[in-house]
């Protein structure tokens, strides 16, 4: 093992311990609210995905699939996390609702822009509108 990976693999496995440790900390005063247990679940989540990292930099052991999918499940639960935390900042303030939904508008419609004709269609962008060029390039349809 090479002296940056054992650096990673140390590093992604401490990350790993701690959010378990702070996972098992919040289950143990958790209060039976939802923000309560998205909290937890986004630590315990964090602590697998950390440790699947620490595997990765250490043995090369998983595949870029299940990189990706730990990625995105994390992600996944962090935004519900936090979309429950706003939600309850939301009901509180009248106002705030209406920066927020205007913001997030704002934000989002150009981001989902190039996604538009999926959205339409239900099917998978890359299948049925785009092509390959000999060059590698993708040529729109």
Same mark, same amino acid.
């Given at each position: 093992?090479?002296?940056?990976?054992?650096?990673?693999?140390?590093?992604?496995?401490? /990350?790993?311990?701690?959010?378990?440790?702070?996972?098992?900390?919040?289950?143990?005063?958790?209060?039976?609210?939802?923000?309560?247990?998205?909290?937890?679940? /986004?630590?315990?989540?964090?602590?697998?995905?950390?440790?699947?990292?620490?595997?990765?930099?250490?043995?090369?052991?998983?595949?870029?699939?299940?990189?990706?999918?730990?990625?995105?499940?994390?992600?996944?639960?962090?935004?519900?996390?936090?979309?429950?935390?706003?939600?309850?900042?939301?009901?509180?303030?009248?106002?705030?609702?209406?920066?927020?939904?205007?913001?997030?508008?704002?934000?989002?419609?150009?981001?989902?822009?190039?996604?538009?004709?999926?959205?339409?269609?239900?099917?998978?962008?890359?299948?049925?509108?785009?092509?390959?060029?000999?060059?590698?390039?993708?040529?729109?349809?």
């Amino acid at each position: 093992m090479a002296s940056l990976d054992l650096f990673g693999a140390v590093g992604y496995g401490v /990350a790993a311990i701690l959010f378990l440790v702070l996972a098992v900390l919040l289950l143990t005063g958790w209060r039976g609210r939802m923000q309560g247990g998205l909290l937890v679940a /986004a630590s315990f989540t964090t602590a697998v995905w950390a440790g699947g990292l620490a595997l990765q930099a250490g043995w090369h052991s998983l595949t870029v699939h299940w990189l990706w999918v730990l990625e995105a499940l994390r992600d996944l639960v962090w935004v519900m996390f936090l979309l429950a935390v706003l939600e309850i900042q939301l009901e509180a303030t009248p106002r705030l609702r209406r920066i927020t939904r205007r913001s997030t508008t704002l934000t989002l419609r150009p981001c989902a822009w190039p996604f538009r004709s999926c959205f339409r269609s239900r099917s998978w962008c890359w299948s049925s509108r785009y092509t390959a060029t000999p060059r590698g390039s993708i040529a729109g349809g």
